[in-house]
């Protein structure tokens, strides 16, 4: 797989074992990337633009791409073994924009989240480009794919996890939430929120206040809000 980005590469080479190559565009003006990568032992090779262009099939590499092996993913009863108590993972239901997903992970690196739970179908996987919108947290928040989420969250709560859906219909307003309890949240996508059988293991659901004329966020500013507020919460201000 091939990432890119002066983040990914930051986070990665504290993984060194991971990369298998790095590609660096010739005359990088980034002094300090530089020489990071001239300092590791790592395997480089330098590039015209067009070639690392074409290497990370994108222009907004920074300079520099990544061979890595593949990302590391983890069942969901590793991700339940792993968890802080109370415990918080994330699950995703049908979020298909990359940058979406990127930046959700980003989130959960900051607030500690346990893990995300990905879909097989019809949901967006840890391409390149969530790497580079993740800044590198692909590498640092565990992720699960499964193949059913509905089953997945049945599961978890007999785990004793609360399942807390968003929605804006019979909902209670985010901040009324309780999240003192191992908590999994679900993000639906923008277009079609949750999916209805994904609804039925929800326990309650949290709506966040729209007072202005737009109505609504996207998914990942969404569930920027939802984990500060479990984070707020489990971590008062003494």
Known sequence: MIVY????????QNDPDSIEKVYVLQGLKDAKLLKSIQ??????????????????NSTHHNGVA?????????????????AKKPGL????????????????????????VDGVILT?????????????ASTGAAYTVPV???TNLSQ???NLKQEGYWVVGTDMKDAREYREGMYDSPTVLVIGSEGQGISNLVKKQCDYMVY????????????SVAAAVLMYEVYNQRNPIK
Do not use: F, W
């Not at 980005?5 to 990665?12: E, M, P, Q, R």
């Not at 395997?43 to 990370?56: G, H, M």
């Open 208 to 219: 966040l206040p729209m007072v202005g004329s737009i109505t609504s966020l996207n998914a």
């Open 89 to 112: 993972l994330v699950a995703l239901d049908g979020v298909q924009d990359p940058h979406n997903v990127g930046a959700i992970l980003r989130t959960c690196d900051c607030t500690g």
């Open 144 to 146: 699960s794919i499964v």
């Open 152 to 154: 997945t969250l049945r």
């Open 120 to 132: 097989k179908h019809n949901s967006c996987g840890l391409t390149p480009t969530v790497v580079k």
């Open 39 to 56: 300092k590791s032992n790592l395997k480089v090779e330098y590039c015209n633009r067009a070639k690392l262009d074409k290497i990370a």
């Open 66 to 82: 990544v061979k890595v092996s593949e990302i590391e993913t983890y069942s969901i009863e590793e991700l339940v073994r792993r």
């Open 5 to 12: 980005g002066k983040n990914v590469y930051s986070t990665l």
